[in-house]
């Protein structure tokens, strides 16, 4: 269709208007080719003829329906053009409260001037991980979009946030990193996201200023780099700034102010930390009062600077680098201050006593003479000579303000890199995102350098848009498979190359400031001659120092003057010189960085000869060729990336909020791009639908036929050729079809025809049935009144007074008649009632008495009856009990053989080691008998020696009386080693000693424990008896012969001590022989050769005597001690006296051995025969507790006697009872066998059993395996083989004899056998047998019972505990807890099971006062269910199981408690089955908080598996079909699960979802309130998620939607009412959305309906009820928008209410977990443990 044919009678336009700059008006009537005017209709009411060229007819422009005004994307609109991009904006901004819209890639944002409850924490949850058209336009929708591409896609991002001053430019980009640094959280310890957010305050202070246009503008361009690692966590930043205004510093226009920081820190001046700056108020500061306006309304610039100085903080700028921030930054103000004087003839001057300058000069650390003579004179470098110049005031002036904006631009660069250091860290960057922050077209009265470079920016970034929007567009007609066609767009490539080209407007400017006489007004003639053929270059008619640039948004003038000095940015060398000299190291590190920047940029080349240096770098790189090579650099690094576009809007100058200027808008939009983008979409196909979008939309214009196809594809296809006859108005992509600009509209009109022509049928029909209604209704009315009227005429006419008189008599008689026959009537009842109640009670008396007299002989017939039964209860009662008490008795009997048996074996190994101990001890003290013997006939060789050599000493003699004192000396020596030797022996001796005691001791312990074993067996008693008797007698011999050998070891030592007196002797002689010394001097040399081998000789001799009788129990070194250690001088004549005396010694101390040694053997004697006494003692108590063995067997044999003869008491089981006698006599056969021979019963028994065997032989070979195994472990046991045969052939004879028996007992007997080979399985564990036994005997009276009666046995008396062993605890954790599979178990058992089986293992700890092991199975337990969750967090069923065991396991523990609080509910059962001995308090506090952790967990994932459907569910699925109809989406198409029929949700998938859920917890066995809970939960994240994206979503915020909403909440209470869970409060956590819902479809125009609204809107806040009210969208015509003053009518009625402000509701809020005490009505003792557990070695006590 094409598009003249829609300017029909109703249709609306745009045309311009001065004011609004549109205003739309109504067609009067259609539009036919050649008509010259329009006539129109305006929204005043006024008629308008709008003129049109008949040649070109130029129409004004379409507007769009109402159903697409308000669209989140402007590319869905039908007709995109000018006027409804701004009256879309303005509907969303005024009416709508909404900043936020797209335009295809671009995301406007208007600056509400306000501060909105939309940056919230909870808002940025909801839109991360979402696509970007899924919820509403956001400054975080366009964060996560970079952010998720940058993760899927590997590529780095950019945002490029752009826009005049004072749009909102800096807190937008603010807002995009405070979302990275949320989303993405860093993973080290710096908090690097902590510090990127941090830097903003700081760059703020520093760069950012009050202006005309915004109390906050950035004067400087910001480029941030967010680097990101391979998890995509923050890891640090990096900032690059452009272009910062340093004129700012020293020059503000009226009604701005400079930099931000100067206030702040004139603000804190009264600081201590600030007092040596000597700061003053801000309007004494020249540099800070130009503006005249010092302060900002709103702002306290003294907290700002705690914030400053808080974040220079956080980024690590330390005290000391703010502190020499501050200085400069004050010497800047001081500097500003200083007064410059004119002193005539082009000269200037600057007092010295200036006070300010000293200041300056002082916190700068410069010479003031330097200074002050550098500020009013130049230094001009000639050829030959080097001249100084005085300069003028202005210039010293202009030399002092320069300066100023130097160091400033230095400190603000060394800001930023400290900055930038302190964002930097260790690691590698994976990728990043940058968020540019760059001014925006800017166009003045007046401007400067500053705005053409800013314009000249601007014009880069525009191509680059140009660019990116072309090559979207192509990869999308690509995607689609649509013919690609070249669309004519503006191109500003001309415009650059302009301005940056060779001989460009740049160029010209570098060039101009090489000449030192080059005026701005030089410039500006170059530049009317080289541009003056380029059309986008103009010359100012009524102006010479201006010039005009075509740029691509308008037509911008340039003043000139003031370019070439701003390029320049020249400062004397000679200021920079003292800058450099200056003893701040802080200040002169600026100046020297920036030489060795300088020199680093320039290539170095050598000249020919030395040339003269310049007065002024003027060589150096230009303001705009610095600028032209970052702005290069930038666009180099956006080109790398992919760039996302935010465009602000200033919406009015004044500053006010949600005020909307369209003049100021739409300058700034075709300034932004933001329309070139609309126009080049226009040109193409704008409008843009998804198939099921199109079906859904339009399938009101279907036909029957076409609506009944299946494929939705074709049918749009056919649906659309047959609607649209032009093919070239749209095309039909893969997924979407195109159409051309107008045809979306056109389809509207069609829709909106058929729905009103519907509409109009409808109501017609309706109106003739309610007519037809009314008008049969009066019609019958009508006839009813004719038929009274007619009847009353016909009765006056036909009666008169005889009648009447007639008529009353005939009443009379009638009445009298039928009274006297219902008299009769009566009477007749009455008697015939009477005869029968009479009769009736009667017979009910006679079977009333009849009926006692059986109840009485009942009663009579029962009381013996159940007389009878007491007295049988009792016997069976009390047979029972004694059976019990004989298997106890036999079991403790049993256990006490065991423990005999081991002491026993114990007590028998001790003895044999005490044996060879004792054996080992005879053999040492014959060795040293013999060695003594030897040292005998040693001595007495000596001895003879001796008395040769006194014959020879009497010669010597003279030669010894010298020495006589040196003897004596080492006499002494001698003898204090000897002291100390003998004590040394002394404390082995005590050592030993106290060995020996404790092995007394030990012995004492051994003997005690032999006490308390009673049942040894009797025949190895016996023969332990009888050795132990041989070992006395033997130890009694050995005790003799140690005796005798001691005595002769005693007769030994006095022959020593003999010898040893008669060696003394001799030493006394020694004088005596004196007189033969000369005669002995010739025998010197032999005497001293024999002396040193008898000191050898008798020195090892004693040490191997001393090592013999004490190298058991002293250790070496004690040995060496007895020993002399100076040997050498023994072997020296002079030493002979000392020979004797160490060998007297030795003699001593051996038999000072020999006395202790004698000593110990005695009391080792002593020791032996106390246990010889002991094992006699212990042989009579073993026969006693023999004797009273043989007596418990024989009552077991009494008990099987009268179990027997109880049995035969049956005739009919004759056969049976002799059966049962054999095995009675087998069993006293065993009895007796066991008497005989304890240690054989095992093997006895297995004999006995086995008679039953037919296989002889191979019963043989088994006992004559058996026998040999027994043979091996005591081989005293051999002679009983014989006798074990010979019961075998009389069992086997037996056997023989029984084999004769009828053959209706041979399954009896061969389920004995089967029980006998079970029995001889187990045989090999002698503990068993009277259990075994026991078992035996029950299954024989069992089998007779229920031969006899028929009837059910008594079950055991169990006591509801489980016993185990500790060595088992870990087997019962690993089966019921870490491998136990919720799915493959609990089918086959009772809910709880687990918990159950844990508890009544906690009652057999608590049974036994087994602290231990109760606390290590509670551990253990609480570790694996902790363990459990840890490994499986995700498994639902696994989770809900143990939510369900532990709070089973908690109630069973309060329950059992003992507790009066706990047992109320408890029955006398339960009540006897509580905890007796521990106190489990502490654990079940435990156990209660690991129940709440995984009840959050539990939470956590069933929230996790249902939040994906929610949204879907509840918003996006048409659970009401017909009702809702899709709309256009634009650009940013939505790619959830709407359009994707594989992954469409539903109301019915939450409530299976749901159901699942409930179903899995019942299974489990969940307490009914923990359920209640857990759906309250879940309720609550229904209603929070559905209505937080209510509140994020404006295209779901319809009255249609409301009836979906309720409609679906409406399921969800009749799921709770199937399941019965409405007592769970569960629905009343969706009243917030409920209400919601009905504030969506409630009428809302009148005053009465806001009130309505205030009073039902209870559960809203006022945010959320004026969100919803603004964000209402009409989905037809047929609906009206809210009006913004029915918006604020409202708003005034809730706006006092109290509650929360905030916008969206917090989906991880949790409702406070109760686990309420719920006791169980399961038995204990009933329950069963399934084989599937595999828990057989648990045993039910």
């Known amino acids: 269709m094409a598009l003249l044919e829609l300017y029909t009678e109703f249709n609306r336009v745009w045309i311009p208007d001065l004011e609004h700059v549109w205003k739309s008006a109504e067609i009067v009537r259609d539009f036919h080719s050649g008509d010259k005017v329009l006539e129109l209709l305006l929204e005043d009411g006024t008629k308008h003829h709008h003129p049109l060229d008949p040649s070109t007819p130029s129409l004004p422009p379409l507007r769009n329906p109402d159903i697409l005004v308000g669209e989140n994307d402007l590319t869905a609109l039908s007709y995109l053009h000018e006027p409804a991009v701004l009256h879309n904006l303005r509907v969303r901004f005024v009416e709508s409260r909404i900043i936020y819209t797209y335009c295809g890639i671009i995301l406007v944002a208007v600056n509400p001037y306000k501060q909105l409850p939309i940056y919230g924490d909870a808002i940025i949850h909801a839109y991360s991980g979402q696509n970007m058209g899924d919820m509403d336009p956001h400054i975080f929708a366009v964060a996560e979009e970079a952010y998720k591409q940058m993760a899927r896609n590997h590529k780095n991002q950019s945002i490029i946030v752009s826009g005049e001053s004072g749009a909102g430019k800096t807190v937008s980009a603010r807002y995009a990193m405070r979302y990275f640094a949320i989303v993405s959280k860093s993973g080290s310890n710096t908090r690097v996201e902590d510090k990127v957010l941090a830097s903003n305050p700081v760059t703020e202070a520093i760069g950012n200023a009050k202006t005309t246009r915004n109390d906050n503008s950035s004067r400087f361009g910001k480029y941030t780099e967010i680097s990101f690692d391979r998890r995509y966590r923050i890891i640090g930043a990096n900032m690059r700034t452009y272009l910062l205004e340093k004129s700012r510093v020293v020059f503000q226009a009226d009604n701005e102010r400079n930099y931000h920081i100067f206030y702040q820190m004139c603000s804190c001046a009264q600081l201590p930390e600030f007092k040596s700056l000597r700061l003053m108020s801000a309007d004494n500061f020249r540099y800070t009062s130009i503006g005249g306006d010092i302060t900002i309304e709103g702002v306290d610039d003294k907290k700002d600077m705690e914030e400053t100085r808080r974040t220079f903080s956080l980024l690590g700028l330390k005290e000391d680098f703010q502190s020499d921030v501050f200085k400069v930054l004050a010497a800047i103000l001081h500097l500003g201050n200083v007064e410059i004087k004119d002193s005539g003839k082009d000269k200037s001057s600057v007092s010295l006593s200036d006070p300010h300058l000293a200041v300056c000069c002082e916190l700068l650390a410069v010479s003031v003479e330097g200074l002050v003579r550098w500020l009013c004179h130049r230094r001009i470098v000639l050829v030959a000579e080097t001249v100084v110049k005085p300069v003028t005031k202005e210039r010293a002036g202009n030399a002092r303000d320069a300066l100023a904006k130097h160091i400033y631009a230095l400190l603000f660069d060394c800001i930023i890199n400290k900055i930038n250091t302190a964002l930097r860290v260790p690691g590698k960057q994976h990728a990043f995102i940058g968020v540019l922050d760059i001014y925006g077209f800017e166009t003045f009265d007046i401007n400067s350098f500053e705005q053409f470079c800013i314009n000249y920016a601007n014009e880069k970034l525009q191509q680059q848009f140009n660019l990116h929007v072309f090559k979207l567009e192509q990869e999308e007609y690509m995607k689609e498979d649509i013919p690609w066609t070249l669309i004519d767009f503006y191109d500003n490539q001309p415009v650059i190359d302009l301005i940056e080209a060779k001989m460009g407007i740049l160029d010209l400017l570098d060039e101009e400031c090489l000449f030192p006489q080059g005026t701005d007004q030089t410039w500006l003639m170059k530049l009317y001659n080289y541009m003056d053929t380029n059309p986008l270059f103009e010359k100012p008619r009524l102006s010479n120092e201006a010039f005009v640039i075509q740029h691509f948004a308008d037509k911008v003038e340039y003043q000139c003057r003031g370019f070439l000095e701003k390029n320049r940015d020249t400062l004397y060398e000679e200021l920079v010189d003292i800058m450099r000299a200056s003893k701040l190291p802080f200040l002169a590190l600026f100046f020297h960085e920036e030489e060795q ?68 808008v739409v300058q700034q939009l075709r300034a932004c791009g933001v329309l070139e983008t609309i126009r080049v979409s226009a040109q193409s196909y704008p409008s843009r639908w998804t198939y099921i979008e199109f079906y859904s939309r339009y399938s009101i214009l279907m036909s029957h036929q076409e609506a009944g196809l299946s494929d939705k594809k074709q049918t749009c296809k056919d649906v659309l050729q047959r609607l649209i006859q032009d093919p070239n108005q749209y095309k039909f992509g893969r997924t979407k079809i195109f159409f051309r ?68 008599a005939s009443m009379v008689i009638q009445r009298h008649w039928r009274g006297y026959r219902t008299r009769q009537i009566y009477q007749l009842v009455r008697l015939a009632s009477v005869t029968i109640q009479a009769f009736t009670r009667g017979w009910m008396a006679r079977k009333r008495y009849k009926k006692m007299i059986e109840e009485n002989k009942a009663l009579v017939i029962q009381k013996y009856a159940r007389a009878w039964l007491a007295r049988r209860r009792f016997q069976t009662m009390r047979r029972l009990v004694l059976n019990v008490q ?138 332990e008896v009888e050795d132990l008797k041989e070992e006395i007698k033997r130890l009694k011999e050995e005790r003799v012969t140690l005796h005798r050998k001691l005595e002769e070891e005693g007769q030994v030592n006095s022959d020593l001590q003999e010898q040893v007196l008669q060696l003394t002797k001799h030493v006394k002689a020694i004088p005596e022989l004196r007189r033969d010394l000369n005669n002995m001097q010739n025998q010197r040399n032999n005497m001293d050769r024999r002396m040193k081998q008898h000191s050898e000789e008798a020195r090892a001799k004693m040490n191997e005597i001393t090592r013999q009788l004490l190298g058991g129990v002293v250790e070496e070194e004690v040995l060496l001690g007895l020993t002399p250690n100076d040997s050498e001088k023994i072997y020296e004549v002079e030493d002979l006296l000392a020979a004797f005396e160490g060998l007297q010694k030795a003699t001593r101390i051996l038999e000072t051995h020999q006395r202790e040694q004698k000593e110990g053997y ?53 056969l049976q009872v002799s059966e049962l006698q054999r095995q009675k006599q087998e069993l006293e056969l065993h009895a007796k066998e066991l008497n005989r021979e304890l240690a054989e019963k095992t093997e006895e028994i297995t004999n006995t059993l086995q008679t039953k065997i037919k296989e002889e032989s191979s019963q043989r070979r088994h006992f004559e395996e058996k026998a040999e195994a027994l043979e091996e472990v005591k081989r005293q046991l051999q002679g009983r083989v014989e006798d074990l045969e010979e019961a075998n052939d009389h069992l086997r004879r037996q056997q023989l004899m029984e084999s004769e028996a009828k053959s209706k007992l041979s399954e009896e007997t061969s389920r004995l056998t089967a029980e006998n080979m079970d029995f001889e399985e187990q045989l090999d564990q002698r503990g ?76 057999f700890a608590d049974y036994l006062n087994d602290e231990a092991k109760l606390k290590s199975l509670m551990h253990a337990t609480i570790c694996a269910v902790k363990k459990v969750i840890m490994d499986y967090p995700k498994d639902f069923e696994l989770v809900s199981f143990w939510l369900s065991n532990t709070y089973q396991l908690l109630n069973c523990l309060k329950q059992y408690s003992g507790e009066e609080e706990f047992m109320k509910q408890n029955t006398a059962h339960q009540k006897k089955n509580c905890l007796q001995n521990f106190d489990l308090s502490e654990h079940r506090q435990i156990l209660s908080d690991l129940a709440i952790h995984i009840y959050h967990q539990f939470i956590t994932v069933m929230e996790k598996s249902i939040t994906p459907e929610i949204v879907p569910g509840m918003l996006e699925h048409e659970s009401l079909q017909g009702i809702s109809s899709m709309k256009p989406t634009g650009f940013r198409k939505r790619s959830n699960s709407i359009y994707e029929e594989s992954e469409t949700y539903s109301i019915s998938s939450i409530i299976q979802q749901l159901s699942v859920f409930h179903s899995t917890m019942n299974q489990h066995g969940m307490e009914q309130g923990l359920i209640k809970q857990a759906i309250k939960q879940l309720f609550y994240l229904v209603g929070a998620t559905t209505l937080n994206n209510i509140m994020l979503r404006k295209d779901m915020c319809s009255c249609r939607k409301g009836m979906q909403i309720r409609c679906n909440i409406s399921y969800l209470e009749e799921w709770l009412k199937e399941k019965g869970l409405q007592s769970s409060n569960a629905i009343d956590t969706l009243r917030p959305l409920s209400q919601a819902a009905w504030l969506l479809q409630v009428n809302k125009s009148t005053d009465d309906d806001a009130k309505e609204i205030t009073e039902k809107c209870t559960e809203l806040n006022p945010v959320q ?77």
């Open 1665 to 1741: 009820i004026v969100k919803i009210l603004n964000s209402y969208t009409p989905i037809d015509d047929f609906e009206k928008r809210v009006p913004s003053s029915f918006v604020r009518k409202v708003q005034a009625l809730v706006h006092d209410r109290d509650g929360s402000t905030q916008m969206m509701l917090d989906t991880d809020y949790r409702f406070q977990v109760t686990f309420p005490f719920c006791p169980s009505q399961q038995a204990l003792e009933l329950l069963q443990v399934p084989n599937s557990l595999h828990l057989g070695f648990l045993t039910r006590i």
């Open 886 to 1023: 004989l298997s106890f008795r036999v079991q403790k009997l049993r256990k006490k053989i065991e423990e005999q048996n081991k002491e026993g074996r114990g007590l028998m190994e001790r003895l044999t080691s005490l044996a060879s101990t004792h054996s080992q001890t005879v053999d040492r003290l014959q060795r040293v008998e013999a060695q003594l013997e030897k040292s005998t006939s040693q001595k007495a060789s000596v001895e003879a020696r001796e008395k040769k050599g006194k014959e020879d000493a009497t010669q010597t003699i003279a030669q010894l009386r010298q020495e006589i004192n040196v003897l004596t000396l080492e006499k002494k020596k001698l003898d204090k080693m000897f002291e100390a030797s003998t004590k040394e022996a002394k404390e082995n001796f005590d050592v030993i000693k106290r060995s020996l005691l404790d092995e007394k001791e030990t012995e004492a312990r051994l003997r005690k424990i032999a006490e308390n074993s009673t049942e040894i067996q009797r025949q190895d008693h016996e023969k």
């Open 1162 to 1214: 005695e009391t080792q004697l002593e020791g032996l025969q106390l246990k010889a006494d002991h094992l006699q003692n212990e042989n009579s108590k073993l026969q006693n507790l023999f004797q009273e063995k043989s007596n418990v067997h024989e009552n077991i044999r009494q008990e099987v006697s009268r179990l027997s003869s109880e049995n035969s008491v049956l005739p009919e089981l004759k």
């Open 597 to 664: 920047s300088t020199a680093n940029s320039k290539v170095k080349v050598r000249p020919a000869r030395p040339g003269v240096k310049p007065a002024n770098k003027q060589l150096r790189a230009s303001v705009g060729d610095k600028f032209s090579s970052s702005l290069s650099l930038l666009m180099e690094t956006l080109n790398a990336t992919t760039p996302h576009y935010v465009r602000c809007i200033k919406p009015n100058d004044e500053k006010l909020p949600f005020e909307y200027d369209s003049r100021r």
């Open 741 to 808: 600009a107008g045809q979306v509209a056109y389809l509207e009109k069609l829709r909106l025809d058929r729905l009103r022509g519907a509409s109009v049928t409808i109501q017609k029909h309706v109106r003739g049935w309610s007519q037809r209604r009314k008008f049969l209704r009066m019609r019958e009315a009508a006839i009813i009144l004719q038929q009274y009227i007619r009847g009353k005429r016909t009765i006056r006419k036909m009666v008169s007074a005889e009648t009447l008189k007639r008529g009353w």
């Open 1328 to 1403: 068993r047998l009277i259990k075994k036994l026991q078992n035996q005997i029950n299954s024989f009276e069992s089998s007779q019972k229920v031969k006899q009666t028929s009837a059910p046995a008594m079950p055991k008396d169990y006591l509801g505990m489980l016993e185990y062993k500790r060595e088992d605890e870990p087997r019962l954790i690993q089966n019921i807890i870490l491998d136990l599979k919720p799915k493959g178990v609990v089918v086959n058992m009772i809910p709880g099971l687990p918990a159950y089986i844990v508890f009544m293992c906690v009652r």
